[in-house]
């Protein structure tokens, strides 16, 4: 029938059911996520005596409908001559939890070491770079000052004399002092 026949005081005041009400439950009336096929599948290898016990984790639903994660152990078992379910119901919705912060956390630690480590290598490039505009900068630096010390700092001068007389210019070369320099 599936009915509970007993259920412990611990097991009864977290449902939050007295024994008379459980005797008119069953295992689905509190477990939300099974139906009964679901239900029957996952105890057919107890039935079938192909396993000793079946481990699982479920919700349960209590009788002010608040619900809680609860590890089931169930077995098969005699009771009075009848063949009857055992179950030891265990509530871990705080492991649950636990767990589930804890690899929250791993995963945010996971993120925060990538992201240091991308700024690690940022950094390295960055060094990387300075160095090299700094030569860039010392190679110019370098090559201003030789090329105002060449003769080619004239050029310019000698250019803009170029195009300021380009319309008398043979004269300009020929007879004044400016020019033939």
Same mark, same amino acid.
Do not use: S, T, Y
């Given at each position: 029938t599936l009915q509970f026949e007993y259920a412990n005081r611990g097991g009864r005041a977290n449902l939050g059911y007295s024994l008379e009400e459980l005797k008119q439950l069953t295992p689905l009336d509190i477990k939300p996520a099974f139906t009964l096929e679901s239900f029957q599948?996952?105890?057919?290898? @107890?039935?079938?005596?192909e396993k000793q016990q079946v481990v699982f984790q479920t919700t349960h639903q209590r009788k002010d409908e608040t619900t809680y994660i609860a590890e089931i152990r169930l077995q098969k078992s005699r009771y009075q001559d009848r063949e009857v379910f055992l179950a030891m119901i265990l509530d871990v919705s705080d492991q649950v939890e636990a767990e589930a912060k804890s690899h929250r956390l791993q995963s945010e630690l996971v993120e925060a070491s990538r992201k240091a480590g991308m700024a690690d290598v940022a950094t390295g490039i960055l060094h990387n770079v300075g160095n090299i505009l700094n030569s860039v900068n010392v190679s110019t630096s370098v090559i201003r000052r030789r090329i105002e010390k060449s003769s080619l700092a004239n050029l310019k001068k000698s250019s803009g004399l170029?195009?300021?007389? %380009?319309?008398? +210019?043979? $004269? +300009?070369? @020929?007879? $004044?002092?400016?020019? %033939?320099?």
């Open positions: 599948e996952m105890v057919a290898p @107890l039935v079938a005596e170029i195009v300021e007389k %380009q319309e008398c +210019f043979a $004269d +300009f070369v @020929l007879n $004044d002092e400016r020019g %033939q320099k």
